[in-house]
């Protein structure tokens, strides 16, 4: 039998035009994503014109990631209190406004802290999207064409940044990548307003303020440690402070959690092995993607020597494989079940990142290009499912808490995938790097930098002369290798991720059935008193 609003409890006219509201909040979404590749492109520009140093830049990068990720949970909590709608939209105004001061600044502490504002922003549109969403689609069915929809936008966001960066540069200044934040907004905020509903979770409690403190420190810390672990090592002082500070926090946090009778976070969640395995499974897939994504951006612009712009374009056919089968998951998962697609998605993953482990400094671009389309697949199959299996396992009055975790585990599973596939490679490289050494007469400073990055050790073979084509092609080799057995980490994480949702993820769930026993019963309690109010 169709289902009808009525039925499924929503109001009409916001049924009617449910699949406009999607189009808005893909719209929102695809900011975000966008905004975290087109940055990338600028930094040359951003040395160049605001004297900024490698850690300076660094930090433009990474304020905005650990706001951002820091704040998820506690913006999620505010969504579901104060209005969905509201928080979206604010979040717009805000990362518009911290857009245009990026745009403005004149030195690098400025963008700084701009783009640390920004994160805030890009905190509370993340995840009031995927929450709004849960709220429109109350059928199941739609809600999983929904969300593979919403998910298929975000292929589109990471290729379309390098591309629309490369394009910008060519003809504008750095300030460019920020500018274009500010029509997408307008166009988004315009349309939200018009189409946008309010929701929030009806069954209020007191706030907490710990809970979200103690979030903060911990999901802040954690990921600044994270971060500066492949530029700083893992013995470095400040990385370790990060990972105690971090672990502390989130321990503190846990304990608090399940002791407050107001948590902003119930930790019986966890116990639901619909949402434990789900979110396994999106961790360790953005493990593997940001990863790979991170060691193939230099691949082809430092051994196939491609330019931003054409590096980006490249990337279009990853973000094609990607926009089109999430949307198609969802059909498939109608027939066979969110088990069986997000099992043969990971694994369709860990073989993709096996066959690209095999690519070499000389290997074409199509040859290059085919597993990591492959590869582009299997997370199309794999994150719409696993999304709706998070947010399909919560009540509907905590979309936004629940969205916030399911975006804090794609941010620390992302970051943690670049931090420990980045050391693999660095090791690999600078090993080789070193065993070069005598051959070509590296010593002080050039062996340092030669030793720092792709980019130095390319650097120095340039200065060479006669020798630098062979120092070149041998410091390109020892990056490949590297490359190779990072991706090979990868693989063996996102195996290990297959396995965990073949063993705990449930093959079919109807929504909300898993929760825990003590959360169902207070269910069951609320809505017979609501029956008896009525």
């Known amino acids: 039998m169709q289902a009808t609003p009525e039925s499924l409890g929503v109001d009409p006219d916001v049924h009617a035009r449910r699949w406009w509201v999607l189009a808005v909040l893909c719209l929102s979404m695809t900011i975000i994503v966008m905004d ?45 209190r104060f209005g969905r709608k509201g928080a979206l939209q604010v979040g717009i105004l805000m990362f518009m406004a911290g857009s245009i001061s990026s745009a403005l600044s004149t030195s690098s502490t400025q963008l700084i802290l701009t783009r640390a504002f920004m994160g805030i922003g890009g905190a509370l549109i993340m995840p009031s999207t995927l929450s709004i969403l849960t709220d429109v689609f109350r059928d199941a069915k739609e809600r999983g064409r ?49 189409l946008l509903t309010t929701s929030r979770d009806p069954n209020q409690g007191r706030l907490d303020p710990l809970g979200s403190l103690l979030s903060m420190l911990g999901l802040g810390a954690l990921l600044f440690g994270i971060i500066e672990v492949p530029v700083r090592g893992w013995s470095d002082t400040q990385v370790i402070a990060g990972f105690v500070v971090g672990i502390l926090a989130v321990t503190a946090f846990i304990s608090w959690e399940l002791h407050t009778d107001h948590p902003m976070l119930d930790m019986r969640f966890f116990q639901n092995p619909r949402f434990a ?88 671009y199509v040859l290059a290009i085919l597993p990591y389309c492959l590869m582009a697949a ?9 999304t709706e299996s998070i947010m399909g396992s919560l009540p509907r009055e905590k979309a936004g808490v629940g969205s916030a975790v399911n975006d804090t585990t794609r941010q620390m599973g992302g970051a943690l995938g ?27 400073a050039a062996l340092t930098e030669a030793r720092s990055s792709l980019g130095g050790g390319l650097r120095v073979a ?21 490359l190779s057995s990072g991706l090979r980490l990868a693989a063996v994480v996102v195996v290990v991720a297959a396995f965990v949702v073949w063993r705990y993820l449930p093959a079919r769930a109807a929504d909300h059935d898993l929760l825990p026993a003590a959360y169902a019963d207070e269910l069951d309690v609320a809505s017979v008193a609501l029956a008896v109010g009525e």
């Open 36 to 80: 975290n590749t087109i940055l990338n492109v600028a930094i040359p520009s951003l040395i160049r014109d605001l004297d900024a140093t490698n850690s300076q830049v660094q930090w433009i990068i990474d304020s905005y990631t650990i706001v951002f990720a820091g704040l998820l949970l506690t913006t999620g909590s505010l969504s579901d």
């Open 418 to 444: 670049v931090a420990m596939i980045g050391s693999v490679v660095s090791s690999i490289y600078s090993g080789r790097v070193d065993a070069l050494a005598g051959r070509y007469h590296l010593t002080g």
């Open 378 to 386: 299997g997370i199309g199959m794999t994150m719409p499912p696993a």
């Open 146 to 194: 929904a969300i593979a929809v919403w998910a298929g936008f975000s292929g589109i966001g990471v290729a379309l940044g390098p591309v629309t960066g490369g394009l910008l540069l060519k003809h504008f200044s750095w300030s460019s990548v920020f500018w274009v934040n500010v029509p997408i907004g307008i166009t988004a905020l315009v349309a939200g307003s018009l």
């Open 277 to 364: 395995a789900a979110n396994t499974a999106v961790t360790m897939t953005f493990f593997a993607m940001f990863g790979s994504l991170f060691l193939m951006t230099q691949y082809w612009q430092f051994v196939h020597d491609y330019s931003p712009l054409e590096a980006g374009v490249r990337l279009v056919p990853y973000a094609a494989s990607m926009m089109i089968v999430a949307p198609l998951s969802a059909r498939v998962v109608e027939r066979i079940g969110s088990k069986r697609v997000i099992t043969v998605g990971l694994f369709t993953v860990t073989s993709a990142l096996l066959l690209l482990s095999l690519v070499q400094r000389d290997t074409p």
């Open 462 to 482: 340039g200065s060479l002369g006669d020798q630098a084509a062979g120092l070149t092609n041998a410091i390109k080799d020892g990056f490949v290798a590297g």
